[in-house]
């Protein structure tokens, strides 16, 4: 049997969402979760739900931090005390869930590097536009198609290679963009290979239209475009000319020209570097 490590940071001011999530998970003892508590109250898990089968390591910070940074504390903390072989890790969101069989089938399934649907069973929304069963990653793929929430990583590699979030990415940060695509390349590039798998995840689906985000998405690929792997352009060009084509409709939905504007400077700006992400990341 594997053991299936789950790092998820919480700013436990959503306890339904909290709840749902580990009543999915506390159904085996092969499951230990790295749980980040970033209340600012000093509230703990267990005054919100008792775990019954998974092992939690609770690490508190007292307060909010940026998303890569909370990932890296439990990271750090898993490498230097538990074992790496027959092991798997993800990066979970607070109000992700799984669904039992999903479970069942990570902690017997062959280790690899895997992605895994992500959808939202309310609105029966999939994040993933590949429908493809099982089927190798190419380098695209993994760069510009993969969040972390369904990205599964042998432990045994990620030690071996030591590999961390770039602290100046992500959410929390400047440029709240790019960590996780910037975590597969670098995977990707030392040799872990990603299989695409058919087993699901859920999350809800947020379409959202804030301006910084897009600022922060141009940022990210047009940096990434000039310093990282030209496998970037691609979503760079995309990115402007899908935004510049929606300007043809600015006169039934006005944010396009917000999100377009937001999308130029921040491609202006990363070119450059302005926020010199990449010092402690490249």
Not at 239 to 261: D, N, T
Request: glycine share 4%; with cysteine; net charge positive.
């Amino acid at each position: 049997m594997n053991t299936l490590f789950l790092v998820i940071p919480s700013n436990m001011k959503r306890y339904s969402d909290v709840i749902r999530l580990f009543q999915s998970i506390d159904i085996s003892n092969n499951i230990v979760v790295y749980f980040v508590n970033q209340s600012s109250e000093g509230l703990e898990l267990q005054d919100i739900y008792e775990v019954k089968m998974c092992k939690v390591v609770e690490i508190k910070t007292g307060k909010i931090i940026p998303l890569s940074s909370a990932r890296n504390l439990a990271i750090d903390k898993m490498l230097k005390n538990e074992r790496k072989e027959n092991a798997l890790i993800m990066f979970i969101d607070d109000d992700a869930w799984f669904p039992q069989d999903t479970i069942e089938y990570l902690i017997s399934c062959e280790i690899k590097g895997m992605v895994i649907d992500t959808i939202d069973p309310q609105n029966n929304r999939s994040f993933k536009r590949n429908k493809k069963i099982r089927f190798k990653l190419n380098t695209y793929d993994v760069c510009c198609n993969i969040i972390s929430i369904c990205m599964i990583v042998p432990l045994d590699i990620l030690a071996s290679k030591r590999l961390s979030f770039n602290e100046n990415l992500g959410l929390g940060c400047k440029i709240s963009q790019g960590e996780e695509s910037l975590f597969a390349f670098q995977l990707h590039k030392e040799g872990l290979d990603f299989f695409y798998d058919n087993h699901l995840i859920f999350h809800p689906y947020k379409k959202d239209y804030n301006v910084e985000k897009f600022y922060s998405l141009a940022y990210f690929w047009a940096l990434a475009s000039r310093k990282i792997s030209c496998v970037f352009v691609v979503p760079a060009m995309k990115l402007i000319i899908k935004y510049f084509i929606s300007l043809l409709g600015v006169l039934f939905e006005p944010r396009y020209l917000g999100v377009f504007i937001a999308i130029c400077k921040g491609f202006i700006a990363g070119i450059n570097d302005r926020y010199g992400v990449l010092i402690n990341g490249e």
